[in-house]
């Protein structure tokens, strides 16, 4: 008799788990994150209030929760690039605008991440690129990596090209840049050799002045 | 591209930073944006209710109303808003729309209401957001298939027949609408009253009679009286024979009508009789030919085109044939499976009446059905068990498709219900249409007649000219101009009707009254009278509550058109009757409406003018009093 008591308890116990888990997937919906104020984003950020609050009202249109995950990060990318598969570089991109890790992006993150390719110095972008590029934040991007991103990048250009695209085509495009930028042979290359080859080329230098006018 | 997307944009150009890098070529120049105004916002007003929103926001759907520049046309410069005279309930779902980028559907709004806002706002209803797309679908069918409904009901066979019609066609119209005509309906009515006669010798001469002389055996009456019955079902037989050879001969696609299950039900019904004369009477084929006599009672079912329910449950029938058909399958389903299972259960017993399950096959549907009969019971206890839950099981296979079938049935039948009532209500309906139809046109003729009779210089003219608003008077002129165009008038139906009679009739004054006052030259006469014609049309609009006795219409007329003529002139004596005639004809004011009409001479053949003008006044008494009076006055005075 007891024993049937204590197998009909254990049972309920072993319930309650999963009853409590719905609560919490329920929670974290209903979660609602706020930036912090007005004034400390303007100080932290090269945006002015009104700037701020254009993208803020942009973003909470987008997410009213206050926070972006990862699907609906690739999705909104995804429309711009209808033709190819943006989700790659939709993933790579997350990460590098996710700086804390925590699996979403909050409205710091993303005007942080958007004051600092808009506004920011040369030596700002070129570092934050590098990390994009280091996929697995070791400082150093190796020619996998580098790989990887091309690969991700040609992903999205999508099947219909002209030329035809071959499949080696983002190999050779990682040959030809690698070697440029690996000057010291190492198999790696170093943030300082990331932007020091990056200030000799006079074309990435002029081309990253191009984005300053977006907002 | 979805609305909200459209936000994230500087953020995926800021992104593209990452390529560069590994740029094999140079970046273009990015767009000047000349249009760099801060956003700002824009105040809509609908109808009083002020909304406002970013610009950003209606910028969303260029191919919009609201966000392409075909809302510059409802900016008011004075108060700088956008003003829309449309519905603000609706503007509401609209502009959340624009803010969300979904369409919904409000659920208490009419359908068709809401169409018209989409459409005039530019939004094509494709996009409504999944959450309402189906309850808009079914909204919008359901409307669909009751304005078809209606137009149908419009176009009811119960219109008149086109003027050019075959005596087929008419015979046709006659058998499908019995009311259409007294012929049809009468024998409409006989052939009902000879199908129930029918129907009841059948079953009366089944039942026993009294026995004959010399008989002990209780006879039917069938055959007791066979000669009478015999008689009886020749003539309706003939009836029905000849009912099905005029409906083929009259029916437009033969082979169509051979088909339709009312035909077959006539011919099964008359074939028996056929038969049976054919056939020799001869014992072993008899009994083939008394089956054959109960095809006879099919003649039932020629009364479905007498009852309308008959026909609307057959509908149903017909249109419930899914759901009929899962149940008979289901039922079939349980019945075999138990039939299988009480055989074996109930095989050892003794002195069983379970001898097969094809035998079972009764017990089943009987304890199913809960009829019970008791003639098969089961004795074990298996047996017993298996029974009671055969038939707890049959109340519930047989429960399920029936409220489907309820309710198919009740749909049909009060969709039938209300398109009764709508063919009804439509005469009534019509006829209050027409006569605010009528309301218009009667005013512009109205206006017609205080123009002409009313003294421009006269204070009269300001009783005569009612109040009219500003939009009447461009309407009604705008009527004036399209009659000097056609230089003919208007008229309303009723005048009409009368000029061809008189025109049949004939005038005292031996007057053609032909209306087309383009022969005035040749014929002077012709030209004044339409012309008088159509005043004492005018005249008798005016007069709708005076009746004027259609007896005596001729004299009064010609008094009338007499004293009218004279009565409008403004001076000049009255015995001047050809100079008055002529100058009456020459009045500006009355050739408003005939133009090309050279001022005709005075009607010579005039002796019918009333020496005295004793009559006159009693006559003009008649007529309206308000425009009279002063006319009255002035014929005292001449």
């Known amino acids: 008799m007891g024993a049937v008591v204590g197998t009909l308890t254990m049972q309920t116990k072993q319930r309650r788990p999963s009853t409590d888990k719905a609560d919490d997937d329920l929670e974290m919906t209903m979660v609602c994150h706020r930036p912090e104020g007005l004034d400390q984003l303007e100080a ?12 803020y009202r942009g973003f909470k249109n987008e997410c009213p929760s ?6 609906t990060f690739k999705q909104i990318y995804s429309q711009f690039f209808p033709h190819g598969d943006a989700s790659t570089y939709a993933h790579y991109l997350f990460n590098a605008f996710d700086s804390a890790h925590t699996g979403s992006i909050k409205f710091e993150d993303f005007v942080t991440a958007l004051s600092i390719l808009l506004r920011g110095s040369v030596q700002e972008k070129l570092q934050w690129t590098f990390n994009l590029y280091d996929i697995n934040r070791d400082g150093y991007i190796n020619k996998e990596e580098m790989t990887d991103i091309v690969r991700a990048i040609y992903d999205m250009m999508g099947k219909y090209t002209y030329p035809v695209l071959k499949t080696d085509a983002p190999k050779q495009h990682v040959d030809a840049f690698f070697q440029k930028m690996d000057k010291n042979r190492d198999g790696v290359v170093t943030l300082d050799e990331f932007i020091l080859s990056c ?17 | 591209m979805a609305a909200g997307v459209a936000t994230w944009l500087p953020f995926a150009r800021a992104a593209a930073v990452g390529w560069l890098p590994l740029a094999k070529k140079t970046m273009p120049k990015p767009p000047v944006d000349n249009s760099s105004r801060s956003d700002e916002i824009l105040y809509v007003n609908v109808s009083g209710v002020r909304f406002q929103t970013w610009k950003n926001t209606l910028d969303r759907y260029p191919d919009t109303l609201l966000g392409s520049s075909e809302k510059e046309f409802f900016y008011n410069e004075d108060t700088q808003e956008y003003f829309f005279d449309r519905d603000p309930e609706m503007f509401r779902h609209i502009l959340n729309f624009y803010r969300t980028g979904k369409l919904h559907y409000p659920r208490h709004e009419c359908i068709q209401a809401f169409d018209e806002e989409l459409a005039f706002y530019g939004i094509v209803p494709e996009i409504i957001g999944d959450c309402c797309m189906e309850e808009y679908r079914d909204r919008k069918k359901e409307n669909q298939e009751r304005l078809a409904e209606d137009t149908e009901a419009n176009e009811a066979t119960d219109a008149p027949l086109p003027p050019h019609s075959t005596s087929r066609e008419r015979l046709w119209r006659a058998f499908e609408n019995p009311h259409t005509s007294t012929m049809a309906l009468v024998f409409y009515y006989v052939t009902g009253f000879f199908i129930a006669v029918s129907v009841i010798a059948n079953v009366v001469e089944t039942v026993p009679c009294r026995p004959p002389k010399g008989r002990v055996k209780d006879l039917p009456c069938g055959e007791k009286y066979q000669l009478a019955f015999f008689c009886m079902d020749t003539a309706c037989v003939l009836i029905f024979t000849f009912e099905y050879l005029m409906r083929l001969f009259a029916a437009p696609s033969r082979c169509k009508f051979m088909r339709s299950v009312m035909s077959v039900i006539d011919v099964v019904a008359i074939m028996p009789y056929y038969i049976g004369l054919v056939m020799p009477e001869n014992e072993d084929v008899s009994g083939a030919f008394v089956t054959l006599r109960v095809f006879r009672v099919f003649r039932i079912f020629k009364f479905s085109r007498h009852s309308q329910g008959l026909r609307i449950l057959g509908y149903t029938l017909k249109s419930c044939a ?35 399950i094809p035998a079972s096959f009764w017990y089943t549907i009987v304890t199913m059905t809960t009829l019970g009969y008791g003639d098969m019971v089961p004795n074990t206890i298996a047996g017993k068990i298996f029974g009671s839950i055969c038939s707890l099981s049959g109340v519930l296979v047989i429960a399920l498709p029936v409220p489907v079938i309820v309710s198919n049935f009740s749909r049909i039948y009060h969709q039938n219900q209300r398109a009764d009532k709508m063919r009804a209500q439509q005469k009534v309906r019509l006829a209050r249409i027409r006569m605010a139809k009528k309301g218009t046109t009667n005013a512009f003729l109205q206006y017609k007649e205080d123009r002409a009779l009313g003294d421009p210089d006269s204070d009269n003219t300001a009783l005569c000219v009612k109040n009219r608003s500003a939009f009447e008077h461009q309407h009604h002129h705008l009527l004036h101009c399209l009659e000097k165009t056609t230089n003919h008038e208007f008229t309303d139906e009723m005048t009409y009707s009368e000029l061809c009679m008189t025109e049949s009739v004939g005038f005292r004054t031996s007057r053609s009254t032909s209306l087309s006052s383009q022969q005035g030259v040749q014929n002077n006469s012709t030209g004044c009278c339409p012309r008088r014609a159509r005043r004492r049309a005018a005249m008798r609009l005016a007069n709708s509550t005076v009746s004027v006795s259609r007896g005596s219409v001729q004299e009064l007329d010609t008094l009338h058109i ?16 050809a100079s008055d005639l002529k100058l009456n004809c020459g009045e500006p004011d009355f050739t408003a409406a005939i133009i090309s009409i050279p001022t005709p001479p005075a009607n010579s053949p005039d002796e019918s003018l009333p020496s005295s003008p004793a009559p006159i006044p009693g006559i003009l008494r008649n007529t309206r009093a308000r425009a009279f009076t002063h006319e009255t006055v002035k014929i005292s005075s001449l």
Do not use: P, W
Not at chain 1, 66 to 71: F, H, L, S, T
Not at chain 2, 323 to 339: D, H, K, V, Y
Not at chain 2, 562 to 577: G, H, P, V
């Open chain 1, 66 to 71: 206050g926070v972006v995950n990862e699907d």
């Open chain 2, 322 to 356: 899914s759901e009929l058909g899962f149940l008979l399958f289901s039922l079939t389903m349980a019945i075999i499976i138990f039939a299988t299972v009480m055989f074996y259960a109930e095989k050892g017993t003794k002195g069983s009446t379970f001898t097969s």
């Open chain 1, 199 to 215: 200030q000799e080329d006079e074309n990435i230098m002029r081309s990253l002045q191009l984005f300053e006018n977006v907002i």
């Open chain 1, 44 to 55: 932290q950020t090269n945006f002015s209030k009104r700037e701020l609050q254009v993208l």
């Open chain 2, 562 to 577: 007499k004293t009218t003529s004279i009565a409008s002139q403004n001076r000049s004596s009255l015995n001047a009757q």
